[in-house]
């Protein structure tokens, strides 16, 4: 056992330290919620009654109060495939609890959106404050003081961090994460991207494309590249909230259900009512919230968590910022390719050793925090252990000793880079990040005039007119929080990488987000501060020479410093007045810097307590 690596140890000790005063805050806050808060013991006969009035067969003993009652937080609805297999879990896990003497009650319901569905549409501005919307729901679930333990059941891009976020508030209770695996593998990923590319060409047209991608997402389950939602269950696992190695486990098969009943007995037993106490909020700590950035970077995951995993931090108290990101970026390799990353999906990376192989290599090199409290054991040891059925039961067994694959997984002593691959960029033009894990060594420096846009369809309508067809910075800025949402602009990539393929050094640069399954183009993506409001972006002009640098850390407009001083901010486009986006003014109007979490509900939680 290797001892754990001082760069790590020295960027745990300054997040503990950073986060001191608001860490004890929180941790008096759940103490609170434990001893004095509102419980189930301490609700009138008439708030009880309600309670349990429809609990059928389960009321006598929700009555008696003599056993945990189990709160289940969904995301279920069935017009998402990651989430259509939610629907038969609450009945299931009410029996798995009757199998241990406790009760179980859905709780309530969070709305689940899909990036897949509104990317490059207007809904896709609702996206990430959908995150927050999803924390209230979670809150407003367990509000009613009638549960002792919660299973959360989501799984996508923003569903798993705002359960979190609003169950974090009631961390006094033990919570385990329940997934619902990905969908069996369809249409080859290379295949896809070919025909997407035709696509954006014109050589293909929208019967041929729907046809593909029709192929690629086909079933019940996550779609199975390695973006957003699979990197949160990859989160969840080297974090320890889930069973051991729970996450890849494909939906309808008896393991899966397996998992999702040893969960149920497993939340039974870590409540305070016995001698292995597991709350929430003691769990995730400021090792395990280390543990999640090292394991983003080790698998190449979405860069979407620079932006979630410091809002989940600050709901337990905790402050990281994308220097921690870095710092660690500069120590953690690279053990996995799956796609975009690589040619195989998420089941590939299942079958070459999983979760289990990751978290066994970095525990065994000293990449990895082990003394973390899991849902499941006394520290992170059994979480490098695979499930499996013999005779109908689930066991764990040790992680393989090699890779099954090589192309997919890699040991530490001969990684696929010796770095994590996300880099931290700063300049005249602020700070942003970039993932360059997919991207060629010759790409991460890009210095070519830049071509300024205020929308990606204007982006598209520019490439079809063949203006794009040089070396250029792509500018699309009032894309961050406060302008419309930060929505993700993955539609771009197809075309982009088209300039690319063409022979052009092309590069993104944006205030907004790129989709977790971003790839092979060079984008610095959540620029902060943002064009809205007065962030250095706002100064560009079209022609300006930018200088995107990757190898350096650099993002700056290679402008004379007088001209730059001199230059005023751009009119801003109109707020956005449909889809229901209109609605979310209160949250843009609030919310806070990208690297804090873009959160509007944390920054005014914060300023009021």
Same mark, same amino acid.
């Given at each position: 056992?290797?001892?754990?690596? *001082?760069? =790590?140890?020295?960027?745990?000790?300054? #997040?503990?330290?950073?986060?001191?005063?608001?860490?004890?805050?929180?941790?008096?806050? =759940?103490?609170?919620?434990?001893?004095?808060?509102?419980?189930?013991?301490?609700?009138?006969c008439g708030n009880l009654a309600h309670g349990f009035a429809a609990a059928e067969e389960d009321k006598?003993? =929700?009555?008696?109060?003599?056993? /945990?009652?189990?709160?289940?937080?969904?995301?279920?609805?069935d017009m998402l495939s990651a989430h259509q297999p939610y629907g038969r879990y609450p009945e299931a896990i009410k029996i798995a609890a009757r199998e241990v003497g406790a009760t179980a009650q859905v709780a309530g319901?969070?709305?689940? /959106?899909?990036? %897949?569905?509104?990317?490059?549409?207007?809904? /896709?501005?609702?996206?990430?404050?959908?995150?927050?919307?999803?924390?209230?729901a979670t809150a407003v679930s367990l509000s009613h003081a009638m549960f002792e333990g919660v299973l959360?059941?989501? =799984?996508?891009?923003? #569903?798993? *961090?705002?359960?979190?976020?609003?169950?974090?508030?009631?961390?006094?209770?033990?919570?385990?994460?329940?997934?619902?695996?990905?969908?069996?593998? %369809?249409?080859?990923?290379?295949?896809?991207?070919?025909?997407?590319?035709?696509?954006?060409?014109?050589?293909?047209?929208?019967?041929?494309?729907?046809e593909a991608e029709a192929a690629s997402y086909h079933g019940a389950g996550t779609c199975t590249f390695y973006g957003t939602a699979n990197s949160n269950q990859m989160m969840m696992e080297i974090m320890g909230l889930h069973m051991p190695n729970a996450a890849f486990v494909n939906p309808g098969t008896k393991l899966r259900g397996e998992l999702t009943r040893a969960a149920t007995h497993r939340v039974a037993s870590i409540g305070w009512d016995g001698d292995d106490y597991r709350p929430l909020g003691e769990c995730v700590d400021e090792k395990a919230i280390v543990n999640a950035i090292i394991g983003l970077l080790a698998t190449g995951g979405s860069t979407n968590h620079a932006i979630h995993l410091p809002a989940i931090a600050r709901a337990a108290g905790i402050s990281i910022d994308w220097t921690d990101f870095a710092e660690l970026s500069d120590v953690i390799p690279l053990l996995a390719r799956v796609y975009p990353n690589g040619s195989g999906d998420v089941n590939n990376f299942q079958a070459a050793g999983g979760m289990a192989w990751i978290i066994t290599q970095l525990l065994d090199n000293g990449l990895l925090h082990r003394d973390i409290k899991t849902v499941a054991r006394q520290n992170l040891t059994d979480y490098g252990k695979e499930p499996t059925l013999e005779n109908d039961a689930l066991v764990w067994k040790d992680a393989p000793s090699q890779s099954r694959d090589l192309d997919m997984l890699r040991p530490a002593s001969d990684p696929f880079s010796a770095d994590g691959g996300m880099r931290l960029l700063s300049g005249n033009l602020g700070r942003c990040i970039m993932k360059v894990s997919a991207v060629e060594p010759a790409r991460w420096t890009i210095e070519a005039p830049a071509r300024i846009f205020h929308d990606q369809d204007d982006v598209l309508r520019a490439f079809k007119a063949g203006e794009l067809e040089r070396d250029v910075i792509v500018v699309v800025r009032f894309q961050g929080p406060r302008a419309n949402g930060m929505p993700e602009l993955h539609k771009l990539t197809p075309s982009l990488g088209v300039?690319?393929?063409?022979?052009?050094?092309?590069a993104l640069l944006t205030d907004g987000r790129m989709s977790g399954a971003s790839g092979k183009v060079p984008a610095a993506i959540h620029l902060s501060p943002e064009a809205l409001g007065g962030g250095p972006i706002g100064k560009l002009r079209d022609g300006d020479i930018v200088r995107v640098c990757a190898q350096d850390g650099v993002v700056e407009a290679l402008v004379e410093p007088v001209e730059w001083a001199s230059r005023s901010d751009p009119v801003p486009p109109p707020p956005p007045y449909d889809t229901g986006r209109e609605l979310f003014a209160l949250f843009r109007n609030h919310s806070d810097l990208a690297e804090e979490g873009a959160s509007p509900i944390l920054a005014a939680m914060e300023a009021e307590v």
């Open positions: 056992m290797n001892d754990l690596h *001082p760069v =790590i140890v020295a960027v745990t000790e300054r #997040i503990v330290k950073r986060s001191a005063p608001r860490r004890q805050k929180y941790l008096d806050l =759940i103490k609170r919620g434990r001893d004095a808060g509102t419980n189930r013991d301490q609700l009138s006598p003993v =929700i009555r008696s109060g003599r056993a /945990m009652n189990i709160g289940i937080v969904t995301s279920y609805n319901g969070v709305p689940a /959106m899909c990036d %897949g569905v509104t990317q490059g549409q207007a809904g /896709m501005d609702l996206s990430l404050f959908s995150r927050d919307t999803i924390a209230l959360l059941l989501g =799984i996508c891009d923003k #569903i798993v *961090p705002g359960l979190l976020i609003g169950a974090l508030r009631f961390g006094h209770l033990p919570t385990i994460l329940v997934p619902g695996g990905p969908m069996p593998s %369809g249409l080859a990923n290379k295949e896809k991207v070919r025909i997407r590319q035709l696509y954006a060409e014109g050589k293909v047209g929208k019967a041929e494309l729907l300039l690319q393929d063409r022979g052009f050094k092309v």
